[in-house]
Nanobody, 127 residues
Framework: QVQLVESGGGLVQAGGSLRLSCAAS????????MGWFRQAPGKEREFVAY????????YYADSVKGRFTISRDNAKNTVNLQMNSLKPEDTAVYYC????????????????????WGQGTQVTVSS
């Protein structure tokens, strides 16, 4: 069992930065790959970023590549999402999620792959 709690959301102007954190409970955190997703009003939940259990590999949605960075600290049971050069279209509720094992090596973008979810944190980017 893994419990996830996001923090760090807020209101920021376009071009600004925010750092989201996800704190995980449970001694097996380092066994899980982690993902960040977001959901804007009226839209489906979409993939943002993914990091393997060791942190050796990361993947990003094209819309955030070069602006967002995912990282993790297994000693502290945390995963972070550094968001720079924010745009109004980044406005959404951001969720972290944990997956023990993907069914397919490339399916990290699929929300249905994930076993545990946090409650989400709101990010609002004003123009």
């Amino acid at each position: 069992q893994v419990q996830l709690v996001e923090s760090g959301g807020g209101l920021v102007q376009a071009g600004g930065s925010l750092r989201l954190s996800c704190a995980a409970s449970g001694r097996t955190f380092s066994s899980y790959a982690m993902g960040w997703f977001r959901q804007a009003p009226g839209k489906e939940r979409e993939f943002v970023a993914y990091i393997t259990w060791s942190g050796a590999y990361t993947y990003y949605a094209d819309s955030v590549k070069g602006r967002f960075t995912i990282s993790r600290d297994n000693a502290k049971n945390t995963v972070n999402l550094q968001m720079n050069s924010l745009k109004p279209e980044d406005t959404a509720v951001y969720y972290c999620a944990a997956v023990l094992s993907l069914r397919y090596s490339g399916s990290y973008y699929d929300p249905d792959e994930y076993n545990y979810w946090g409650q989400g944190t709101q990010v609002t980017v004003s123009s």
